[in-house]
């Protein structure tokens, strides 16, 4: 593997504190794949052949339910892995679908390999085991906003998270945002017209700009 590929793996959040005796022995194992927007990587409930690890661009992570309507889990950038879990499991199947939003480069990493890597580097167990703790503890906050809070408090609190100088800078849809909270398309057009009615946001040039972060709070906290 080129130079290139191992200062890539170097970068991955989850590998950032192996030595590089352990991250020889991955490149190995890695395999690089240019991914194109809307290219699915993998398939939600298909076997689970390999563990990704994002390079370059963005991975959208999402379920999908019986009625078609999605649930994204996560959006993935640079540094950051997805398919993790499955390899240790006896039913090896992909829980959730991912999906390249744009063109991405990720390293896929058999898991066939990634089990006899573990089991040979304590180093890169201990780091397993510290990214399955993260991802139980996001899952668990999903779980609790899905069920705990209204659409207006989950919707309070990602525009609050996706805001910079004030505004949501990326042009999401209401169908994404839908997606994003668990909800439908519908319910976030109603409540960011609710926002507006409240002089908590005002819509310009179809961006998002939050008139009131206190308020907005308020929503989250009152959810």
Known sequence: MADRDIDALRRIELFAGLDDAVLAHMTQAAVRRACEP??????????CEAAYFVSAGQV??????????????????????????????????NHATAEAIDRAVVYAIPAS?????????????LA????????????????QDL????????LARFLLEQAE??????????????????????MVGRTVRAFVD?????????????????????EVDAS
Do not use: C, K
Not at 113 to 125: I, K, N
Not at 128 to 143: E, G, P, Q, W, Y
Not at 147 to 154: F, P
């Open 113 to 125: 390999s990634l089990r006899q890597l573990v089991a040979q580097h304590p180093a890169l167990a």
């Open 198 to 218: 409240a002089g908590l946001v005002r819509v310009e040039r179809q961006r998002i700009v939050l008139v009131d972060q206190d308020g907005l709070q308020a």
């Open 60 to 93: 959208r992570v999402y379920r999908v339910a019986p009625n078609g309507r999605e649930q994204v889990l996560a959006r993935l950038g640079p540094g950051q892995g997805f398919n993790t879990v499955p390899p240790f499991l006896p039913r090896g199947v």
């Open 165 to 186: 100088a004030g505004a949501v800078t990326r042009r999401w849809t209401q169908e994404e945002m839908a997606a994003q909270l668990g909800t439908v398309r519908d």
């Open 128 to 143: 397993m085991l510290r990214d399955f703790a993260a991802r139980l503890d996001h899952l668990t906050n999903l779980v």
């Open 147 to 154: 069920s705990l809070r209204t659409v207006r408090g989950r």
């Open 38 to 47: 809307g290219s699915i990587i993998v398939l939600e409930g298909a076997p």
